[in-house]
T-cell receptor, first 116, second 116 residues
Framework: AQSVAQPEDQVNVAEGNPLTVKCTYS??????LFWYVQYPNRGLQFLLK??????LVKGSYGFEAEFNKSQTSFHLKKPSALVSDSALYFC??????????????FGQGTTLQVKP | DAGVIQSPRHEVTEMGQEVTLRCKPI?????LFWYRQTMMRGLELLIY????????DSGMPEDRFSAKMPNASFSTLKIQPSEPRDSAVYFC??????????????FGQGTRLTVV
């Protein structure tokens, strides 16, 4: 069975500081990994994904994420946080090569609070 | 494309009534997902379809919930009878099918259901 864990309910950072939102996953088969952001009263918006190749992937709004196969992690990062980055962030996984390839599972979400 | 379209945006109903949520996926997308979001449980996958066929409905909470996809451009999620604990935001999402599951999903704005 596939699963995603986001160990932190909330992450607080000061504006201008680097941020990291953590994600670990469990799948049988190769993982496809995704990050989404949700602003209040809105649907989820896609930020970036890891499919194959370079372990560091870059996405929208200056976000990037690093895939680490040995640690089964896919942490979201940004070198310099903005107050406008404050939102709810979700990590998600799809498993390639399994009988349930299309299934897209999300973590519990991490609230990012960036303070001026 | 207008994106994934859900209706209604808000629904308030009395306990015991039937509720039907509707979703129009992005044209050309072969996967359709239904999720439920609550504070307690986060974002739960209820069911997903591939080419209008239900693939995994293991997340459907109980027999009161049912979902259909009669054609590629329309899906419904029905709750009958509804209960207060069904109150949540229900999201529909769709994605392309390139055969390997590496495509991101696009979300609708959600339906906020309140059962009183």
């Amino acid at each position: 069975a596939q699963s995603v864990a986001q160990p932190e309910d909330q992450v607080n950072v000061a504006e201008g500081n680097p941020l990291t939102v953590k994600c670990t996953y469990s799948v049988s088969g190769n993982p496809y990994l995704f990050w989404y952001v949700q602003y209040p009263n809105r649907g989820l918006q896609f930020l970036l994904k890891y499919i194959t190749g370079d372990n560091l992937v870059k996405g929208s709004y200056g976000f990037e994420a690093e895939f680490n196969k040995s640690q089964t992690s896919f942490h979201l990062k940004k070198p310099s946080a903005l107050v406008s980055d404050s939102a709810l962030y979700f990590c998600a996984v799809r498993a390639h090569g399994s009988s349930n390839t299309g299934k897209l599972i999300f973590g519990q979400g991490t609230t990012l609070q960036v303070k001026p | 494309d207008a994106g994934v379209i859900q209706s209604p945006r808000h629904e308030v109903t009395e306990m015991g009534q039937e509720v039907t949520l509707r979703c129009k996926p992005i044209s050309g997308h072969d996967y359709l997902f239904w999720y439920r979001q609550t504070m307690m449980r986060g974002l739960e996958l209820l069911i997903y379809f591939n080419n209008n066929v239900p693939i995994d409905d293991s997340g459907m909470p109980e027999d009161r919930f049912s979902a259909k996809m009669p054609n590629a451009s329309f899906s419904t999620l029905k709750i009958q009878p509804s209960e207060p604990r069904d109150s949540a935001v229900y999201f529909c999402a769709s994605s392309e099918d390139r055969g390997v599951g590496n495509t991101e999903a696009f979300f609708g704005q959600g339906t906020r259901l309140t059962v009183v």
